[in-house]
């Protein structure tokens, strides 16, 4: 069921914008690139989503009910979360909103990266499965196997540089660069994001404030111990959302300076 | 910790178990390997490597003894004339290993290649000749080391180089055909196959023939001359089996040929037993048998007509051996790793691995 739905309908887009840009080498990191471009076209509504459900957070933060409401039971922490849900409930606000987006990701993450080593098929056995689930239109023996070469990458291996140089227990590929651009990227667009608040009680800041600290660490460590055609999704999937974000004029930069979340003014 | 903190934590671990269960290693499965000599029979089986004994179908050894996540062994384990059993790791960490086969200790083992060891070494003139995935030809003394420059190939190397005892000849997975002089060094022009070539060419007389996922039997000869001279319906994954004047060789449509290779015609019209067929013929005697993947073991003789036919109860994609008067056959995930039937059929043991 999950390989009809979900594994072989992306192997095959792969494998088929990989032959339409020449099945060379360098060809299946483009192919990457842009079936992550794809993919973000498709969730765009979620994520405007997520815009909007952001901003509406950080509009509830300034406003008066909502602030009287967490002076009023500064207290009692169940009544607070009870009122709380009311507001929510009254102005029809998610407050997962926010998040929900990147957790649903999290398919298409495990989707693309068991597509990946699919398509790369680095075993007899693994490519035997790949020649079933290709479509019948593909010219599959033409292009099989995937030239995995992407820049200084083996695309279905973990990446890693300067092997010859920097080799120990804990990081047996290399130095890991492309980890550090993904945990980077994910940090810097997960701060863009992330409402700010005055109120220290404001448990959806709380929970921005978390997201941004473990999703690029979570992100970071895929990276670094998975094929690295994943890490060129993540990659490729955070610069278009920052990018994204930033055209909507809502991209909170201040957030990325130490103490910028705690200044209460927003872009509008 | 509060209830939406909890959910939040909960789902990123969650999200972290199931990518992890993706498995992070880059190779992540395969079928066996399967040798044998008079004594014992060498199957290689994800993270271990067993002998059994002919004779009773038992565990002998397993190597290594302490396992290591880190080793996955698929190729096929190659006995040398000095004692050795070769093979090469297809796991995160790829030495080359060299085993003892009467005790399954360690002789030696090298870590000299970036990828993984899916294909086996082919010995000639006391060198090892052993081809990665990483595109080289490796080559090495009996002690392991290396006494020349890797050969680059270029594609990954899955199948075991051929010699007519001058050159060799092996595909590799980028379409391309390489003929090597080992003594010079010389790397004949790379033939195009038109498709992927994932096992080793059969040597004849004046040339070797290979299958390929072009579905179709090329004839190559040592001075880099190459014609089709058949045909399949399907992909061609196993090598052909070459008898006298006859090549015999085998598709993923599950279909039987027999190539009379004097005249260029099929012998037969259809042999076609109940399922795709990965692994290569074996021709033994008058006996041709075939295994498939709906996990059939069949003998036909050579006319092509069913001697017996064997339900073993799970894919079968390893190339049967014969081993004195029994043929081995390594099912893949099947409650056994190895079954021995004699001639005429009959199953004399199975061997499952003692947890």
Known sequence: MWDTIIINPMTNILVWIYDVLGHGPHMFGLAIILFTILIKAITWPLNASQVKGAQAMQELQNDKEWLDMQKKYAKDKEKIAQEQMRIYKERGINPFASCLPTLIQFPIIIGLYQSITHALSVTPYDMLKLARAIYPFQNVEGIIPLNSTFLWMDLGRPEGILQNLIHTSFLPNGFPLLALIVALTT?????????????????SAQMSSMMSIYMPLLLGWFALNFASG??????????????????????????????????????? | MNIKRLTLVSLIALGTLVLSACSGAPVSN????????????????GTLVYAVDLKTGNEIWRYPAEIDSKLLFYATPVLTADGQLLIGSAGTSHPFV?????????????????????????????????????GFLYVLDMSGKETADPIKLGGALWASPATDGALLYITSLDHQFHIINPTEGVVSDPIDLG??????????????????????????????KHEVIATAENWIWGSPALDGETLYYADLDGKIYSLDLATGSQNWDVVQPDGPIVASLVVAGDRIYAATE???????????????????????????????????????????VLAAYDAQGKQAWTFTPAK
Do not use: C
Request: net charge negative.
């Open chain 2, 195 to 224: 498709g992927a070539a994932p096992s080793s060419p059969a040597v004849g007389a004046d040339g070797v023939y290979v299958g390929s996922f072009a579905s179709t039997v090329d004839f190559i000869q040592s001075n880099g």
């Open chain 2, 30 to 45: 395969n079928w066996h390997g399967l040798a044998a000599d008079a004594e014992r029979a060498y199957i290689s089986s």
């Open chain 1, 230 to 268: 994943i890490a060129i999704y993540f990659i490729t999937s955070n610069v278009l959302g920052i990018v994204q974000y930033a055209a909507t004029g809502r991209a909170n930069w201040s957030n990325l300076l130490p103490g910028g979340n705690k200044k209460s003014s927003t872009k509008k």
């Open chain 1, 187 to 203: 940090y810097v667009q997960s701060k863009l994001t992330m409402p700010t608040s005055s109120n220290p009680n404001d448990q």
């Open chain 2, 98 to 134: 060299s085993i003892d086969p009467t005790t399954g200790k360690e002789n030696w083992t090298e870590s000299f290649a970036k990828g993984a060891w899916l294909a086996s070494p082919l010995i000639l003139d006391e060198k090892i000749y052993a081809p990665n995935t990483d």
């Open chain 2, 294 to 336: 709906a996990g059939t073991f069949v003998a036909l003789d050579l006319e092509g007509k069913t001697v017996w036919e064997k339900t073993v109860g799970a894919k079968i994609y390893t190339t049967p051996v014969v081993a004195g008067d029994l043929i081995l056959v390594a099912p893949y995930q099947a409650e056994f």
